[in-house]
Nanobody, 122 residues
Framework: VQLQASGGGLVQAGDSLRLSCAASGRAFMSNTMAWFRQAPGKEREFVAAISAGGNIRYAEILDGRFTISRDSADNTLYLQMSSLKPEDTAVYFC?????????????????WGQGTQVTVSS
């Protein structure tokens, strides 16, 4: 599986942004897909995931501001982010793993995109 993340940028607090992750290779719909993020000096943290069966899980700190989705027609994973805060500033990575289970640990994911920078100014 090859993953290509895009859509990051510089926005102001309160703005919205949509990240995309184009997947190629192994059947897209058989993978559980996830978004992680890593801020400078911090460990990579789980953001959201959607399983091959359509189950979804979010990090509790998001307070419902982000929405993960996937489009099987074009093999793309999305992360719609709204009400962005400066603390959302990070490099966002998409990831994939085989099977239908959702894990929040980054070590459980086998495939990673290159990351896209999101910077939220106050």
């Amino acid at each position: 599986v090859q993953l290509q993340a895009s859509g990051g940028g510089l926005v102001q607090a309160g703005d919205s942004l949509r990240l995309s992750c184009a997947a190629s290779g192994r059947a897209f719909m058989s993978n559980t897909m996830a978004w992680f993020r890593q801020a400078p000096g911090k460990e990579r943290e789980f953001v959201a995931a959607i399983s091959a069966g359509g189950n979804i899980r979010y990090a509790e700190i998001l307070d419902g501001r982000f929405t993960i989705s996937r489009d099987s027609a074009d093999n793309t994973l999305y992360l719609q982010m709204s009400s962005l805060k400066p603390e959302d500033t990070a490099v966002y990575f998409c990831a994939a793993r085989s099977g239908i289970l959702i894990y929040t640990e980054s070590t459980k994911y086998d495939y990673w995109g290159q990351g896209t920078q999101v910077t939220v100014s106050s």
